[in-house]
């Protein structure tokens, strides 16, 4: 059966402001708490508040995700991580309070989902940083290939023969995958 | 290499042809790298096609979110109390609202005989459909919120805010009608034409403005065949004693 919560993940799909604007009146400041007493401000809570909410987007469209938890505490987890990673980067303070004792109806399942929706989201943002580091012809073939038109209707939009849209693809997928693979986070991304 | 990223690119979209496929395949048994780059191949043009694919959803979404944010991390305000369902108090003040509202059309309508039926309407819009009513009650939701935008002129925003809840909640009249009146102040009749046209099916409406407020689009429009449009919508109007009614009365002893 699914979880109550789900509806949650359901407006995050549709952009329902109303049930959305419940879940920010629900959550928000419990999330907000946590980030003020690990060294945060309320900028960085919204942002990191905001981000865990589009991670569950991305990773809910894809079709694949059953909260088995209660949206608290599976936001709480997912907000928790995204703050480590950003103290490690800024490398300042120690995290005092993120224990998720509160919490334990939190099965392994969620750690797992909470993971996936993390990892989902960088794997994402490496992709759009590396393709926007490629030169503007392959950036717009790989964009039209991208964007649900055959092959066939690519070359006949980039006025090219197919034989050589279907050559270009391969070789600027060839240079996107070396660049992603290149990058020192790319083994920690669990493709 | 690129020639394995070839392969990769006709094997994953169903052009390889039978023999060459199985052929591919053996190779990919035997070879862990093929494995791995056909998997990160595959991985790469999934995600790629979803972001594109939902790259609008995803900006009204953030759009949304921010406005949130915006109210829930950097206000120190109160509790604010959450419109999910219209109280009997809400209707009853929006009732009454908009029968003063109607009483100072009509107001104001008397004293402006001189006008054309093209010019009330106009005047209407400039005097009754610029500001909306706001918070009755205090209440902040997105309504309200898009309300707020609608009253700053912040017309796109407001769109988005109204489009949105509408498309969540269709039973959400408010919504609908709002989205037509944007589309109205911003000369896009067409789809205030489409909004209204919508508004007027919502036969289960105590209070329908739908017929009015098109025939209002239509007298600003002002097209071929508008002008007659807009009069049988105002006759139905009074003959059905719809809201606006008052209005179309007046309008229609100016024809």
């Known amino acids: 059966m699914q979880h109550p919560d789900q509806k949650y993940v359901e407006a995050l799909l549709k952009n329902d402001p109303l049930v959305l604007e419940e879940l920010y009146e629900k959550f928000a400041g419990k999330i907000k708490w946590m980030i003020l007493q690990n060294s945060g401000t309320e900028t960085d809570a919204a942002d990191i508040f905001q981000d865990a909410l589009i991670s569950i987007y991305n990773k809910a469209k894809t079709g694949n995700f059953e909260l088995t938890c209660p949206m608290e505490a599976f936001l709480y987890l997912i907000c928790k991580n995204k703050w480590l990673n950003v103290l490690n980067k800024r490398r300042t303070q120690k995290v005092t309070n993120t224990d998720t004792e509160g919490f334990n109806y939190i099965g392994e399942d969620s750690f797992r989902l909470a993971e996936d929706c993390i990892l989902h989201q960088e794997r994402s943002t490496l992709l759009a940083e590396k393709l926007s580091q490629m030169g503007e012809s392959c950036k717009n073939l790989l964009r039209l290939s991208w964007s649900g038109l055959s092959m066939d209707e690519v070359a006949k939009k980039l006025n090219v023969s197919y034989a050589y849209a279907r050559k270009k693809k391969s070789e600027c997928m060839a240079k996107l995958i070396t660049l992603v693979k290149q990058s020192p986070k790319f083994n920690s991304l669990k493709w | ?255």
């Open chain 2, 1 to 255: 290499m690129n020639d394995n990223f070839e392969k990769i690119e006709s094997y994953l979209n169903g052009s390889m042809p039978a023999e060459e496929k199985s052929l591919f395949e053996r190779e990919l048994a035997e070879s862990d790298e093929l494995q791995q780059s056909l998997k990160l191949y595959s991985i790469i043009n999934t995600e790629m096609y979803n972001a594109q694919k939902y790259s609008d959803q995803e900006t009204a979404l953030k759009n949304t979110l921010s406005q949130l944010n915006e109210k829930y991390f950097r206000q120190q305000s109160a509790p604010v109390i959450s419109m999910h369902r219209n109280s009997s108090f809400i209707k009853t003040a929006m009732a009454i609202a908009a029968g003063l509202v109607l009483i100072l059309v009509a107001y104001f309508t008397f004293f402006k005989n001189s006008n054309s039926p093209s010019q009330l309407a106009d005047l209407y819009v400039k005097n009754e459909l610029i500001h909306l009513s706001q918070t009755m009650d205090g209440a902040k939701d997105s309504l309200q919120q898009g309300i707020a935008a609608y009253n700053n002129k912040e017309y796109n925003k407001a769109l988005q805010l109204f489009e949105a809840i509408y498309t969540a909640h269709p039973d959400n009249s408010d919504a609908l009608r709002y989205a037509g009146i944007v589309y109205l102040v911003t000369k896009e009749y067409d789809k205030a034409l489409k909004a209204f046209d919508e508004l007027a099916l919502k036969k289960e409406l105590f209070s329908n403005a739908g017929q009015f407020l098109k025939a209002i689009t239509l007298l600003q429009r002002n097209g071929k065949g508008d002008k007659d449009a807009a009069k049988s919508l105002l006759q139905n109007v009074v003959k059905e004693n719809q809201e606006g009614s008052t209005e179309a009365k007046q309008w229609l002893n100016h024809w």
